[in-house]
């Protein structure tokens, strides 16, 4: 229980320091250039900086996949990130375009709004599925890690999902050179960035073609012992999976600190996304024994889930 608990302080942490760099200048990228949209203004979630990474090749004269990535603050610059550390994807979408493995794409990086990440990111129909005596499980457990105060716990993700296929998606399809259909449409996250990426595809399918979904936090809490999330995100899929035949999904997981307690439930996840008729044509799942739940760890195996993706 100790290390639960050192292991939810450290998320306080992170929505603490995350939400004191609003006003940060923008990120620097080692190819590319980044185009931020300034506290963008939403009808359904909080303001926030989006950070748009073209790369050097960017012209008016073609058309672009867009990647949709969550917690844009740590996407690009490691020196502005809380820990020190990021995803660096402009290396690694750069090195990949420029070696021909993957279709040319921009990324659309979406900050996070600090205190709001829990809500924004927890999948709203699974939570709503629970009954009030397991609501109140949740509930407490939250409470105890410090990710939220007090009582209760009310997610917004359907709210976060609206924001981004009604406000900030067609603001990129009007301002930028990219190809709007579902098949150059792709989401990507990590923890709870996974679980909301995975909630986008399937609440959203007409929309997303493919997602990724890197050490997906599905405990939702801290705690497996005494957790109905799991279950319920268990049967949101056997329920909501959209179609394999026009669908992708990439998910993956380490074994350690946070990630320590993911294998278990990703590998119900695998069985489910089987039951469904996904194979490996269209759904992989990566296990990274001694990777830990950190963005240096994502950025180590990032090129996997963009060749699976974007690959040519």
Not at 18 to 30: E, M, Y
Not at 155 to 160: A, F, R
Not at 193 to 218: K, Q, R, V
């Amino acid at each position: 229980m100790n290390h639960i608990r050192k292991i939810s302080l450290f998320v306080l942490g992170l929505l603490m320091a995350v939400a004191c760099v609003s006003q940060s200048p923008l990120p620097k990228v080692v190819s590319g250039k980044i185009e931020r949209i300034e506290n963008f203004t939403s009808d359904y979630v909080t303001a926030r900086n989006v950070d748009i990474w073209l790369p050097d090749s960017y012209s008016k004269a073609k058309k672009y996949a867009v990647l949709y990535m969550h917690d844009g603050q740590m996407l690009y610059d490691a020196e502005q990130g809380w820990n020190k550390q990021s995803w660096d994807v402009d290396d690694t979408a750069s090195k990949l375009m420029s070696e021909g493995k993957v279709k040319d794409f921009i990324v659309v990086g979406i900050w996070n709004g600090g205190v709001t990440r829990h809500p924004d990111y927890f999948p709203q129909k699974p939570l709503e599925s629970l009954s009030k005596v397991e609501l109140d499980t949740v509930t407490a457990q939250l409470v105890k890690a410090q990710i939220i105060k007090s009582p209760p716990f009310a997610t917004q993700s359907d709210n976060y999902l609206k924001f981004l296929t009604k406000e900030l998606k067609p603001y990129i399809d009007q301002n930028y050179s990219v190809h709007t259909d579902r098949s150059n449409t792709y989401v990507m996250g990590s923890s709870m960035g996974g679980l909301i990426s995975m909630y986008a595809i399937c609440e959203y399918p007409d929309i997303f073609g493919t997602a990724a979904c890197l050490s997906t936090h599905w405990p939702g809490t801290f705690v497996l012992e005494n957790n109905p999330v799991p279950a319920a995100f268990i049967q949101y899929l056997k329920d909501n999976l959209p179609d394999p035949n026009s669908h992708r999904i990439y998910f993956d997981c380490g074994d350690q600190t946070l990630d320590a307690l993911y294998p278990d439930i990703q590998r119900k996840v695998d069985q489910v996304m089987f039951d469904k008729g996904y194979s490996k044509a269209n759904w992989t799942t990566e296990y990274f024994p001694g990777q830990a739940h950190t963005e240096d760890a994502w950025k180590v195996r990032l090129r996997i889930p963009l060749e699976y993706m974007l690959g040519k």
